[in-house]
């Protein structure tokens, strides 16, 4: 099992993060190059087992939103289909957690995944770069309706050795 992880803090505060990202069909809301989004058989975004049909760049993709916490402020999510990358048994997950000093938030995504030994370090860094493109698309997002500059101090490392993600990795 290999992992991606990314870890980034924002100015906002965790509870007007959470409310962007728990929503699992805002994604295009605040992920550049995610078109239209629709969740499959009439559930709303916030339903553990709600699939969601997402456009990105050309491709449609539909993932299923596994466990969402309100409490912890994290969500996790998988492929329904086969994916766009050569991995199996994925499963990523958002977590937004408060900052106290500042009022701000440290938000952390990772994805754990089997693949084949020799596309390990490379699929681990792709992810790790679309999370952090991602996350400073949702930064974006945020800085739009709040006129906040962002603060970028964002911390990755992957984990491929298959002991899961490397949580609040500091210099």
Known sequence: MASAYYSTIFREPASEIWKIIRD???????????GESRIEDGKSGDAVG?????????????????????????????FCDEPT???????????????????????????????????????VRTLCGWFAQWLESLRTTLGRETGH?????AHW???VDGSGPIRRLWP
């Open 157 to 159: 490392r992957p984990s």
């Open 149 to 153: 500059e962002a603060v970028t101090s």
């Open 50 to 78: 709600a699939v969601r049909h997402v456009l990105y760049q050309g491709r449609h993709i539909r993932q299923r939103l596994v466990a969402l916490s309100d409490a912890e402020r994290v969500q996790t999510y998988e």
């Open 24 to 34: 699992f069909n805002n994604y295009p809301i605040w992920v550049n190059g995610a």
């Open 85 to 123: 990358l050569p991995v199996t048994s994925f499963q990523a997950s958002l977590r937004v957690a408060p900052v106290i000093d500042g009022n701000g938030a440290f938000v952390e995504w990772w994805a754990d995944f089997d693949c084949e030994s020799s596309q390990r370090d490379e699929l």
